[in-house]
């Protein structure tokens, strides 16, 4: 057989089916990553309300543990975040 022959029964692709393919496997590429995206995010998101929550708690803590009163100051936290105690 010489070169650019093919035998009976072989196929061969096509370009148009392998266009295709990579597109069905770039479609499927890019929902497995936005999956991975978006748990990532809420992982981010569950560990800032987490350092939040304890923060508050911890603030609570220390207003009631020490007799807080409206004299106290409003406290910067390093993230960012403002501290208030308002004692009624």
Known sequence: M???????GAQVMS??????????????????LEVFQSGAQSATRAEEWQRIVAEA????????LGGATASLPTMASSDGYARRIDVR
């Open 2 to 8: 010489g070169r650019g022959t093919l035998r009976v």
């Open 15 to 32: 370009l148009l089916e392998a266009f295709t393919a990579l597109v069905i496997l770039g479609l499927t590429a890019v929902g497995y």
């Open 57 to 64: 708690e911890s603030t609570m803590e220390g207003a009631t």
